[in-house]
């Protein structure tokens, strides 16, 4: 690499840094104009792609950067998690395995992967991932915050917890932790419930800011069977969420109405259908249960087989 390029390099390392996406993009063109073949060039442009939430030229992008350097592991495991939100799970899992033994001294890219095999469902996968993240460089929030996720989804509770408690010491006004927490366990006393209570004194925030520990405090309540306080933080957060979420119950009203008025009794019986709706050579499959279940990991199995396609949860 030249001299030239090692500086618009560590100049679109730095602007990455910062986010500021239009001089990592400008930095991606000088080094492909310096040099089409330019690997680094390639990484600058699917970053600015992936921040603008263009999976699929991001995904191109890092393909290319791959190509050219093959031991771009950092190219890699963003490729893996553009391919996951293109719901291309299975060559995502493919490079994670791949690239998974080269991240040894990248803490970041050990939890991106983790994050990654996390959201394929594969959390037994993610965390030796994140634990080594956190070994090689500990006291980064984000990092214990995706481990305590992914143990608690391998149910590993008292590890979730410490994790919770340790984070909210280091910060005491952390809502979404005193959320986690709050789910990991059912309350037996008020100590939490005080210490949220005066988290709320001391933020002084509007009220959509405030959602998570307004539900943290609802669960707990309801946990003590304090009815009429929980009920009154359950309000407090669903008014909150309103405020923010611009949803207009009419809309849904009307569309329901007209979908009555439309498939009446009579409008089914007359439907005559000349021949079968959909391609008869594919069955669908239903995966259906209650929240927390297991629902969502056995769609995204099933959905990373080459024969079946996910469309989504309902």
């Given at each position: ?159 979730a917890r410490d994790i919770y408690l340790a984070l909210l010491e280091k910060n005491p006004l952390h809502q979404r932790n ?137």
């Amino acid at each position: 690499m030249t001299t030239n390029s090692q500086q618009l390099s560590l100049q679109g390392r730095k602007a990455t840094q910062a986010r500021d996406w239009r001089t990592v993009d400008d930095c991606a063109n000088k080094l492909l104009r310096l040099s089409p073949s330019n690997p680094e060039g390639y990484f600058f442009k699917g970053l600015v792609e992936k921040a603008s939430q263009h999976p699929n030229i991001a995904s191109e992008a890092f393909e290319k950067a791959l190509s050219l350097d093959s031991a771009r592991y950092d190219a890699a495991i963003e490729l893996a998690s553009q391919y996951v939100i293109a719901m291309r799970n299975t060559e995502a899992i493919a490079l994670l395995e791949n690239y998974t033994s080269n991240l040894s001294n990248s803490p970041r890219y050990l939890d991106m992967a983790g994050t990654i095999y996390t959201d394929i469902g594969l959390s037994s996968l993610a965390l030796p991932l994140y634990q080594k993240a956190n070994e090689l460089q500990p006291g980064i929030d984000l990092f214990s915050a995706n481990l305590a996720a992914c143990s608690i989804f391998l149910g590993k509770i008292k590890d979730a917890r410490d994790i919770y408690l340790a984070l909210l010491e280091k910060n005491p006004l952390h809502q979404r932790n005193h959320y986690q927490l709050s789910r990991l366990e059912r309350a037996t006393d008020d100590h939490h419930i005080v210490q949220m209570k005066a988290v709320l004194e001391q933020a002084t925030l509007p009220p959509h800011r405030n959602i998570f520990i307004y539900y943290a405090l609802a669960k707990e309540l309801e946990d003590l069977e304090r009815w009429d306080e929980s009920f009154h933080f359950y309000k407090q957060a669903g008014d909150a969420v309103t405020t923010v979420s611009n949803y207009d119950v009419s809309k849904d009203e009307t569309l329901i109405q007209k979908i009555m008025d439309t498939c009446t009794p009579e409008w089914l019986a007359d439907r005559k259908l000349s021949s079968p709706l959909g391609r008869q050579d594919k069955s669908p499959i239903f995966v259906l249960g209650l929240p927390r279940t297991g629902t969502t990991l056995t769609e995204r199995i099933l959905a990373s087989h080459s024969s079946v396609e996910s469309i989504g949860e309902t």
